[in-house]
């Protein structure tokens, strides 16, 4: 069944605060099992040194922002990471409770480059069934301002949300690499087991036994928002995602526009990181 769900998201100091510090730790963590055993060893290893440094260290002091620009959004970590972050809060925790997906790692953790906005999947998770069955999520996230509806970021760019998904829909073959990649870097038990049995229900073919969430995160302008429409093709289209299911969340801001709102988070994650 298809879930399709839009949020006004009132822009204010209580919500900047709450995604910085979400920001800040995905963009510093450390696994606390690492920690743990070096702070076992009773030597002069600092932990708490160590952290403040790794924190400091973890965020982006954009140039361009720096100097008063406007930095190019195809270029802007800090908006494709908003995007991304609102994307994972919304499928981990603000679907009803049997709906929710467990997401071990975030890409903002574990992002290559520190300088650039991430690429590829922006979410991966999953979800037990009461018939013990596993859902897979795949989920992608875009943030936009234009004003045509749909934005071409939903069905018309090459990298678009339509034209992804449809690549993971109509190749599985691309999904159990994607999962097999993503699965050397879980360390928790629980979560490599759920995974890990993914991987061998989607090699053997046992489609009885999981299912796939194409996931959607859509980052709105309320000014330029339609409700109906800026789900695109999802919507106007939706069989070609059978037998697999789609979720999308558009999240609309208000009082003030996106590049505002990326702006005043920007500023938040420099002085939480500091």
């Known amino acids: 069944m298809a879930r399709f ?16 510090k979400r920001y800040v730790q995905q963009r510093s963590h450390v696994d606390p099992a690492v920690l743990e055993e070096a702070a076992a060893l009773n030597c002069d290893f600092n932990v708490g040194a160590l952290i403040s440094i790794i924190k400091s260290q973890s965020v982006f002091v954009d140039p361009a922002r720096k100097k008063g620009e406007v930095p190019n959004p195809f270029n802007d970590i800090y908006r494709s990471d908003l995007g991304e972050l609102l994307t994972t809060y919304y499928f981990e925790e603000k679907l009803p409770d049997r709906e929710r997906y467990i ?22 998770g999953y979800r037990k069934e009461s018939d013990g069955s596993i859902t897979l999520l795949l989920a992608e996230a875009k943030v936009s301002e234009q004003r045509s509806n749909p934005p071409s970021v939903v069905d018309v760019n090459k990298d678009s949300l339509y034209k992804s998904q449809k690549i993971y829909h109509d190749d599985e073959s691309i999904v159990l690499q994607r999962l097999t990649e993503y699965l050397r870097h879980i360390s928790v038990t629980e979560d490599t087991v759920a995974l890990g049995c993914l991987v061998l229900l989607i090699q053997a073919k046992q489609k009885e036994k999981y299912h796939i969430t194409y996931g959607c995160g859509l980052v709105r302008d309320y000014t330029c928002l339609d409700r109906d429409k800026d789900f695109g093709k999802f919507k106007s289209s939706i069989d070609e995602f059978r037998p697999g299911r789609v979720n999308f969340g558009i999240f609309s801001f208000t009082e003030k526009t996106i590049a505002e709102t990326v702006e005043l988070f920007y500023k938040k994650v420099i002085e939480l990181a500091k």
């Open 103 to 124: 997401i071990p790692l975030k890409n903002i953790s574990t992002r290559e480059r520190y300088d650039m906005p991430g690429r590829g999947l922006d979410a991966l």
């Open 5 to 20: 769900d839009c949020f006004e998201i009132e822009v204010f100091d209580e919500f900047i605060d709450k995604f910085a």
